[in-house]
Nanobody, 119 residues
Framework: QVNLVESGGRVVQAGDSLTLTCDANGDTLRRYSIGWFRQAPGKDREFVAAISWITTVYEDSVKGRFTLSRDNDKNAVHLQMNNVIPEDTAIYYC??????????????WGQGTQVTVSS
């Protein structure tokens, strides 16, 4: 079983950059597909991006601004967020699963990290 912990969330201004990290213990993340989701106040949780062994996918609103990468040496996954906008404000969660369908069906979740983008 893998345990996930997100970090890196903070208050930033529109146009800034920040990196969220999903650290894992209990298992190696190389065995899993990793997804990032977010939930804004009053809204449903939505898919942001995910990475498998062979591909990376992004939700349309973050494509070209966010980059997802694995850090196998540190057993972590990073979500680089560039040119953030106020609509990116949300709690961001990382999640893990052991198949390659990336947009849903995750069984392991972290506790979330808050990102707030001021205009």
């Amino acid at each position: 079983q893998v345990n996930l912990v997100e970090s890196g969330g903070r208050v930033v201004q529109a146009g800034d950059s920040l990196t969220l990290t999903c650290d894992a213990n209990g298992d190696t993340l190389r065995r899993y597909s990793i997804g990032w989701f977010r939930q804004a106040p009053g809204k449903d949780r939505e898919f942001v991006a995910a990475i498998s062994w062979i591909t990376t996918v992004y939700e349309d609103s973050v494509k070209g601004r966010f980059t997802l990468s694995r850090d196998n040496d540190k057993n972590a996954v990073h979500l680089q967020m560039n040119n953030v906008i106020p609509e990116d404000t949300a709690i961001y969660y990382c999640a893990a699963k052991q198949d390659s369908y990336l947009r849903s069906g995750y069984g392991y979740w972290g506790q979330g990290t808050q990102v707030t983008v001021s205009s």
